[in-house]
T-cell receptor, first 113, second 116 residues
């Protein structure tokens, strides 16, 4: 079945540091890939997505590139802010999963001033 | 747009009591999902509906859990009887459709359930 593996946290960075959160996947066919973000006390929000190989999703300074050859979708940001502190979830949806979103376990990011 | 609405936001109940969680999806969305989030197990899909019909309930943990969607604008998740291990945050999400290039699930704020 489909699965998503993302790096375990927590990740603690200083403001303006570079961020990478690794995500790899196993899926049937050609999945669509997503990063969701969950701020404290809130539900998940879509951060960015990519629907085919070599696509780059980007939003709010975050980027991730769909790499089919390495089955990866790593999240990056060049300069993090305190307001980026949240839990980040990598996810996929594929036809093989009957269109259900499969989530990774989440990575807690804390950014200190 | 009000987004996905869930009620109550917090629920504290005693073991053995019935608990009903409610969700109003975004107007016009055809698919609705119930998730459970715990520290130990992360985010788990419990059940999802398409056009008010349950499509996959394989994530429902046991018969104590049931979900209904009587119309396009309302769904309930019921736990009867509740147990302490049901304590979690329950999220409802909706999407316009089940697939496609613009596929996205919109999540509600969640209901934090504590069973003592």
């Amino acid at each position: 079945g489909d699965s998503v593996t993302q790096m375990e946290g927590p990740v603690t960075l200083s403001e303006e540091a570079f961020l990478t959160i690794n995500c790899t996947y196993t899926a049937t066919g050609y999945p669509s890939l997503f990063w969701y973000v969950q701020y404290p006390g809130e539900g998940l929000q879509l951060l960015l997505k990519a629907t085919k190989a070599d696509d780059k999703g980007s939003n709010k300074g975050f980027e991730a590139t769909y790499r089919k050859e390495t089955t990866s979708f790593h999240l990056e940001k060049g300069s993090v802010q305190v307001s980026d502190s949240a839990v980040y979830f990598c996810a996929l949806v594929s036809g093989g999963s009957n269109y259900k979103l499969t989530f990774g376990k989440g990575t807690l990011l804390t950014v200190n001033p | 747009d009000a987004g996905v609405i869930q009620s109550p936001r917090h629920e504290v109940t005693e073991m053995g009591q019935e608990v009903t969680l409610r969700c109003k999806p975004i107007s016009g969305h055809n698919s609705l999902f119930w998730y459970r989030q715990t520290m130990m197990r992360g985010l788990e899909l419990l059940i999802y509906f398409n056009n008010n019909v349950p499509i996959d309930d394989s994530g429902m943990p046991e018969d104590r859990f049931s979900a209904k969607m009587p119309n396009a604008s309302f769904s309930t998740l019921k736990i009867q009887p509740s147990e302490p291990r049901d304590s979690a945050v329950y999220f409802c999400a909706s999407s316009l459709r089940l697939a496609g290039e613009n596929y996205e699930q919109y999540f509600g704020p969640g209901t934090r359930l504590t069973v003592t």
